[in-house]
């Protein structure tokens, strides 16, 4: 089964430290994008990317996070000095090129990161 | 801003009941819409996607578009307990190649 992978599942960091969350879209999807759920809130877009391009960021706080799909390798969402307020689940999803029909996105388990 | 606006809920629905899901959007511009089903503790999965005014069936499944009134909506027929779980709608402009607008998500209960 090809469906969108994330690891790590659960990810515990203390105040400070760094957070890299990876991400392999599905087989033949080259379209990769990061959302963010905070506890008892919905779904929040952050960042698009293409293969070595970001397309739109507008959802991505200015200020310790940052994201990459490079040519080979999954895309990552990095989270420096994290805080605990970045406590959250992480998604990604992806989806085939874009076109007429809509472009449907497909999620993965996501990262659970917990900030002590 | 775009944004995307569901009941809370919970909704409560008796087994074998239709279920109705209703969504209003802000944004004109956009053009597809998704419904996706949460569990508690997973991630979102793809229900049904609509493009064009009127009718989408699929299954025990219809989804729902008036663009005119900015509204979407996602009915379930024949409701099972595994249905239960919140539901969350998303708009996208134009192809649906860009990030997703949630709303917030309608937790929905089947009685057994």
């Known amino acids: 089964n090809a469906g969108v992978m994330q690891n790590p599942r659960h990810l515990v960091r203390r105040r400070g430290q760094e957070a890299r969350l990876r991400c392999s879209p599905m087989k033949g999807h080259s379209h990769v994008y990061w959302y963010r759920q905070l506890p008892e809130e919905g779904l929040k877009f952050m960042v698009y990317l293409q293969k070595e391009n970001i397309i739109d960021e507008s959802g991505m706080p200015k200020e310790r996070f940052s994201a990459e799909f490079p040519k080979e390798g999954p895309s990552i969402l990095r989270i420096q000095q994290v805080v605990r307020g970045d406590s959250a689940a992480y998604f990604c999803?992806?989806?085939?090129?874009?076109?007429?029909?809509?472009?449907?996105?497909?999620f993965g388990p996501g990262t659970r990161l917990t900030v002590l | 801003q775009k944004e995307v606006e569901q009941n809370s809920g919970p909704l409560s629905v008796p087994e074998g009941a239709i279920a109705s899901l209703n969504c209003t959007y802000s944004d004109r511009g956009s053009q597809s819409f998704f419904w996706y089903r949460q569990y508690s503790g997973k991630s979102p999965e793809l229900i049904m996607f609509i493009y064009s005014n009127g009718d989408k069936e699929d299954g025990r499944f219809t989804a729902q578009l008036n663009k005119a009134s900015q509204y979407v909506s996602l009915l379930i027929r024949d409701s099972q307990p595994s249905d239960s779980a919140t539901y969350l709608c998303a708009g996208a402009l134009g192809g649906g190649a860009d990030g997703l607008t949630f709303g917030k998500g309608t937790h929905l209960i089947i009685q057994p």
């Open positions: 999803a992806s989806s085939r090129d874009s076109g007429a029909g809509g472009d449907t996105q497909y």
